[in-house]
């Protein structure tokens, strides 16, 4: 991973350190701007290779910049393997793909120890798997058993493997971006709760406009994205990771998803009418650390040192959609988890005072 | 203090206001509701305390003062005054994050002029504060203008039922004996029972059987005034027809009627000196009587004239007694006649229809029922209240059959010139079926018993 505005970056930008991130302070606003121009121009390499879907693509840098994994759901043909695939190339990250069938075996993701010879001795050599890379691309995984599916759950979640109780860490940065097919549901394993809250996001991937159309099929020639150069390294990434957990969470903001996250639950005294008939289970305490990182990220891609109340409501549909788990009743009648979210995004006021009557704003 | 804290706390103010707004309309309201039930109670239970009842609307200062008192300070709710400033000014969470960890570099970035900052602080419009007042302060204001009732200035005396009942009773008697009806050992008698009976009624509440002491004594005043109303109309019909031979007819007959129309004269003559009523006469006509009475033999004038004069005073002596008699007896009822409630007219009921008017009680029987003290007259048409009206009426009216009124006793089978066998005393009316020990309160009844009902009243006694 060579980038040529390595030593510039670091040289005019002091990376935060753990003594600045205790005493609370404020991102400089050329650091804001650093980390702003810096995703701009990722961003920039994405909407290059994938047209029509800039918003999409904001989300995806939103959750890779805070250390989250990501789960894209959408038809086929939509992009999301072609959006992995070129995220990896302009990080310059090591990239792997891993093509997710109801025969794969755990150890086909992760590894195995392989008995070999070595100086006149036989032992057991662990061999890593496809998973020991930065970026692994788990396409459409609901197509693996639930025991397979279920290899990924310490390495999503702590970042190591363990095999025959010896345990392996894992390169970072680490990512897992996975794809499923919201049809052909015939032989497929949908994901257990406790892997699908380890993915900080779920996006669906929609169609793109006619517009994004012709302009695919008049610029691309088979359909073939551009070539894409690497413009992060692994240095300047984690400085972007370092800028965007020092982007200040406000306790009034704090505050706000905390009570969002609250509201989820059913038996929550805040939680509003709708989600008190439609849901089964909220969301975890995982999914508010979720939408505080990601809040920050997004505030950070907004260019603010601290985060607002709407940088929380821009990412709770991608953090909260796939965490809430709902009623039979919520399917007969129609509702969604995006529908769902709307009313609590509505209930909840960002403030938790009520303003005086009184009072004209 | 930086240029943002100086506009957080002028935001906090406002904010504080409108808290105190919130608070103090929700007070006022329970305090004027408050307000109103005691004015009310006052003005329905304790009149007396009105106006100062008034000065617990001077309670609305401390009212006031311990709301705003109450009211969120400023510095309490500075976390939610914050983040509704910066929403207001559009800062995404920058003054917030200012407020919590100032950073001049950033506060550059918020608004600079003292306009962008004044429009965004909340004008106050008690619209809230009025809607939660305006029925609460109709009450109070309203409970202001009930009528206050009117407090009693003299203390209510104990017992006025039994009271009233014995100065009625009282009165009757002085009205019976200024009218010398009474004798004078009967006055005393009576005299010496209504005051017994007033005494008894300062102390306790009337029962049932001082209720029937008080009857039995009026009823026993009016039997005297029935008898003596009697004995004069005997008087002025012997009189009347003592003076009638002067047209000529049977002589023999004349002789004997003259002389039956002489003894009822004399009788009924004797009857009223007996209670002194003959005082009222005029002296001469006093003087007339003597000399007709002598040795307690009745002796008209022999000579036509005289004796025509004679009878002619005594019956316009009677016929004053008789109108006094019946004026008594219409006050005796407060003017109404005791059979059908209607006005009285020189102690004859105006009623045509009356019962007290019908004789022997054939007109009478006709009519359906007889009515009672609870359920009207029986004859009486049928009323409509508000709960129906004829149309709707579950029960249509329909003619009663003729009932039982008649009593035989009040039946007149004839006219004759001899003493009539049944004593006035048990004609009189029920009243006079039972002797009454007024004193005592104890009574007994002599009804009869009619001949379907002995056997029931035989078994009751035989199963005792």
Redesign the interface.
Known sequence: MNNPNESEIQSSVAAPTEADEGAGRLLAPEEVEEGHDAISQLLAGLNSAILGQSDLLEMVVICLLSRGHLLLEGLPGLGKTELVKSLSSLLGLEFRRLQFTPDLLPSDIVGAPILEEQHGARRLVFHPGPIFANLVLADEINRATPKTQSALLEAMQEHRVTVLGETHALPGPFFVLATQNPIELEGTYPLPEAQLDRFTFKLNVEHVSSDTLEQIIRTRKNGEPPMLEQIWTAARLERLFGLAEQVYLPSAVANYIARLVNATHPESEASPEQIRQFVKFGASPRAAIALSGTSRAAALLAGKPNVGFDDVRRVAYGVLGHRLILDYSARLEGWTTARIIDCLLESIPEVDREFPGDLQQ | MSDHNRWINRYGR??Q???F??QF?NWLAVYCFVFGGAVLVVKILFPGLWPQVLLLGAAVIPLAIAAWWMTPRSGQ?R??T???L???IH????L??????P?P??SS?LPGSEQAWNETL????????FQSLVLPVLFAIGACFVPLREARTESILENTVGRQASEQLQELLTQLDEASILEEEEKQELQEEIEKLAEESKKTPLTHEKWETVDALRQKMLYRLDTKSMAVDKARSAVAGLMKPADGGDQILNEQRSGQLTDDLQSALQELAKSGELANASPDLRDALEKMMQNGQLTLPQESAARQKALENLQQFLDQESQKLSELRSESQNGLCQHCGSPLHNGECVNSNCPGNQHGGQQSSERPGKGGVTRGRGDAPMSWGDESDETTAKFKEVVLPPGAFDQPKDEVYGTTKSTPEADPAATAGRNTARTVDAASGSETWTRKIRPRHRNVVRRYFDSE
């Open positions: 406002r904010i206001m409108g808290e707004l919130r309309g709710g976390e939610a914050v983040a509704w910066d929403r207001r800062a995404g969470g920058l917030m994050a200012l407020n919590e960890i950073d570099a950033w970035r909340p004008r106050i419009r008690p619209v809230r504060f």
